[in-house]
């Protein structure tokens, strides 16, 4: 098992910026890539951006190309999420995610491990 616990959600002004952090803790050995996904009120859950636990090879939703950042540090079991230029369409609970294989990065069922997620809220 691999237990994800996130934080640095909170509240911003449009065009601000925040960072989330995502600690792994447990069998993180198994971990292939993680990844951020957001679900905002009434819509599926997307994908945001994902990193190769290795290699560092990261992946971004069209919607956040330039604005957000990935990132990982493998000493600490940490990945981050470095948010700038915030917009009020990016409000969401963001989760992240773990998977233990090279599945695709995109599809929240490929992976096997879950976050208890952290609200975002950006006021326009």
């Known amino acids: 098992q691999v237990q994800l616990v996130e934080s640095g959600g909170g509240l911003v002004e449009a065009g601000g910026s925040l960072r989330l952090s995502c600690a792994a803790s447990g069998r993180t050995f198994s971990v292939y890539a993680m990844g951020w996904f957001r679900q905002a009120p009434g819509k599926e859950r997307e994908f945001v951006a994902s990193?190769?636990?290795?290699?560092?090879?990261?992946l971004y939703a069209d919607s956040v190309k330039g604005r957000l950042t990935i990132s990982r540090d493998n000493a600490k079991n940490t990945m981050y999420l470095q948010m700038n230029k915030l917009k009020p369409e990016d409000t969401a609970v963001y989760y992240c995610?773990?998977?233990?294989?090279?599945?695709?990065?995109?599809?929240?069922?490929?992976?096997?491990?879950w976050g208890q997620g952290t609200q975002v809220t950006v006021s326009s």
């Open positions: 995610a773990a998977r233990s294989t090279a599945r695709s990065a995109t599809i929240p069922a490929n992976y096997d491990y």
């Open positions: 990193i190769a636990w290795t290699s560092g090879r990261t």
